[in-house]
């Protein structure tokens, strides 16, 4: 089998706005087992950074360790990239971008990636509400170490590795933890729904501030068998929608075609428009009570809520809450770093 992609294109294949091709956003052959939902995930980003005309050397796409920390590797070959330690995506996320705020940042990690090992770095980037949009790829399986159970295996469920028994812990839902963190953009996703999933991408990647999407994507070898709640066929017939998406650029006209009452469309900070086809009932995305209230319910009924489920369109990154100055840290000279002897020589005195 060959890894290699060829070289030679269609001279008709249309390109976007910036004169890239949609295979320009691709990397290279995927390893991962045929079927895998994380497949369809980084399809899903590629489509995303294609249709919002993003030049591939401004964005910095960044992983930890498993399955899903491998896909950096099959999207976007020609962006900035760095594949960090376990569990330890968010520092190295908040760093890069404190030094640089000009790149789009895209972090991509697993369940085990954030519900374990994470957990503590994953708590914190959201209360620095660092602008960044946080990709889960969650199967609820350790995929690379045989399909042991992990943090978000719901509690009864049962995985081919399991021998035949349900997992006896409660499951860390991870879009409900965003939510109570604060979280100002929070998102759930099928990795089989690439309709719903595109738009929310590219609603993530433009919101100022921490976008979370937490993207259902069963594991094809160790956990899609019947008494999983992780698998395709459960997913399908579990799921329950917000509503109907559409992210609509700043740079186009906006238009609803909507029924008066069945719509709502949100302003987000850089003036780019979220249309919502509402489907559930009382239910508010820019509300987080009501979206907290929203998610609990669905959890109850056994099904999962996807779609936006929070977006607070007035949220202050990491760059606003610290005052950060406009221009990215890492292009100031030392003109610009050394304030002067009297000036260093005052706030010293202050720390007497």
Known sequence: MSYIKPSFVHPALPRNKVGYLKRDYEGTISTLCAGCGHDSISASIVEACYELNIEPHHLAK???????????????????GFN???????????GANLGNKDLIYLGVSGDGDTASIGMGQFVHVIRRNLNMTYIV???????????????????GSMSKSGGGVSTPFQAIDL?????ELNATFVARSFSGDKDQLVPLLKAAMSHQGFAFIDVISP???FNNNKGSTKAYDYVRDHIEVTGALDFV????????????????????????????????KDW?????????????????????????????????DLHRILDTVDKPLNQLNEAELYPGDGVLDGINAGFR
Do not use: W
Not at 289 to 316: C, D, F, H, M
């Open 137 to 155: 790829m969650n199967n609820g399986c350790y995929g690379l170490t045989k399909g042991q159970d992990s943090a978000t295996a719901d509690f």
């Open 249 to 280: 650029p700043k740079e186009e006209e906006i238009t609803v075609s909507y029924e008066a009452g069945c719509s709502k469309t949100i302003e987000l900070f850089d003036k780019t428009k979220l249309n919502l086809h509402k489907l559930a």
């Open 62 to 80: 960044l992983s930890g360790i498993g399955c899903s920390s491998k896909t950096p590797a099959y999207f976007l070959s020609n962006s900035h």
């Open 84 to 94: 960090s330690v376990h569990g330890r995506m968010p520092s190295i996320a908040t």
């Open 175 to 179: 879009a409900g933890m965003a939510l």
């Open 284 to 316: 508010n995305p820019t509300d987080i009570y009501s979206a907290k209230a929203k998610l609990e319910a669905t959890k109850r009924q056994g099904n999962y809520l996807t779609g936006l489920i929070y977006v607070n369109p007035e949220s202050k």
């Open 219 to 221: 594991c094809v070898t």
